[in-house]
């Protein structure tokens, strides 16, 4: 409806504009308002630029682009948490947000100035903002049950309630997406084969990279006391090593077929979560185990997650792609969201360290 390149430059400010409030913010309240406002940033630019990378690249490079893309990200993710770990050690964690806004704000002049601000020859109707809150209250609710079970116990009223809460608003946003005329879910979409594969398999993929950055910046904390920097190095192979992988896993995806690096993407990612449960204990191997099953992992990811958002998108025609885009996002959230709540619970119900790093292993498994 608005366009491709305005969706993602509005989204950019709005991210920036969420990182300036995180910044200020006096209390924990007025913080996590602030981290909506970026959430809600995230959302706009995140459908939106895949959508233009898939234009730029064309229909019989998607895989590529999506390597591309997600190389770009993975670059960054492995920067990240050793930048982020030393500021927040040096001159604290508000900086590492602050950090943002000058950034940013020179790479949203750049924006503005190079991409083509084009409104769509058919404009569409509103987006169904109504589904949205079904969306979120739906994802909330089955979330906060997962994270409040061990405190209120899987059979407390209050557990029951916020699933089958979550449940009702689901249905109710599946039952409004087949009648709104531009819904948030496009049901359509659905009926095309490798658009649902490829969307359980990013549910699963991203699902487990979620929980897996999670669960190893716990443990590396708490089980082996390493500082937040020593632990951002730690975990920054993964995306260090997976996101160039990425590029060249969506090249092989393109030429040969994307099962030709799903397959063993997720055998790698298998095996490594083996090496995580049965391998890591108490006794701190950094090098000796902790690196190599690490690199593993990372190598997994690399093969597996952009061939596997490729296949979603793979045979969405051109001019629903924003809607396809958008939708694959929404996949990798939720798993991101769901195994990490899962993974919380683990490591609360674990007697140590070590056994919350095994239990979420196998669980992602």
């Known amino acids: 409806r608005y366009g491709r390149a305005r969706m993602f430059a509005t989204g950019f400010a709005v ?6 409030l995180v910044a200020l913010a006096p209390t924990v309240e007025l913080l996590v308002a602030a981290r909506v406002v970026q959430a809600a940033g995230v959302a706009f630019q995140g459908p939106a ?4 990378m898939l234009d730029a690249f064309g229909p019989d490079r998607r895989a590529t682009a999506v390597g591309v893309t997600g190389g770009l990200g993975g670059v960054a993710a492995a920067a990240g948490p050793a930048i982020g770990g030393a500021m927040v050690e040096s001159v604290g964690w508000r900086w590492t947000f602050a950090a943002n806004i000058p950034i940013g704000l020179v790479v949203l002049a750049v924006l503005l100035r190079l991409l083509t601000f084009e409104r769509p020859a058919d404009g569409g109707d509103v ?6 809150l079904l969306m979120v209250g739906a994802v909330a609710g089955f979330i906060l049950g997962i994270v409040q079970s061990d405190d209120w116990g899987f059979v407390d009223v209050r557990t029951i309630g916020s699933v089958a809460a979550s449940v ?3 249905a109710a946003l599946v039952r409004r997406s087949r009648r709104h005329p531009s819904p948030i879910l496009d049901l359509d979409l659905f009926a095309i084969p490798s658009f649902r594969s490829g969307m359980g398999l990013q549910l699963l ?11 190893e910046l716990q443990f590396l904390t708490d089980g082996w006391d390493l500082s937040l920097l020593e632990a951002g190095l730690a975990i ?9 992988l990425t590029v060249v896993a969506g090249q092989i995806a393109d030429r040969h077929g994307h099962r030709i690096v799903i397959v063993p993407g997720m055998v790698g990612m298998i095996a490594a979560g083996l090496g995580f449960a049965l391998l890591i204990g108490d006794e701190q191997q950094l090098w000796s185990r902790w690196v190599p099953i690490n690199a593993l992992y990372a190598v997994g990811v690399g093969l597996a997650h952009a061939a596997c958002q490729a296949v979603a998108v793979n045979d969405v025609p051109a001019e629903r792609l924003g809607m396809g885009a958008g939708m694959s996002r929404i996949s990798q959230e939720i798993g991101n969201a769901l195994t990490a709540a899962i993974a919380i619970t683990l490591i609360e119900q674990a007697h140590t360290p070590a056994d919350g790093l095994q239990a979420t292993m196998v669980m992602l498994i």
């Open 15 to 20: 991210f920036l504009l969420g990182s300036g």
């Open 49 to 52: 630029m895949l959508a233009l």
């Open 127 to 132: 987006p169904d903002l109504p589904g949205v």
């Open 168 to 170: 009702v608003l689901g």
């Open 205 to 215: 993929v991203a699902g487990s990279f979620g929980g897996v950055f999670l669960t």
């Open 236 to 244: 920054a192979a993964i995306p260090a090593i997976a996101g160039p």
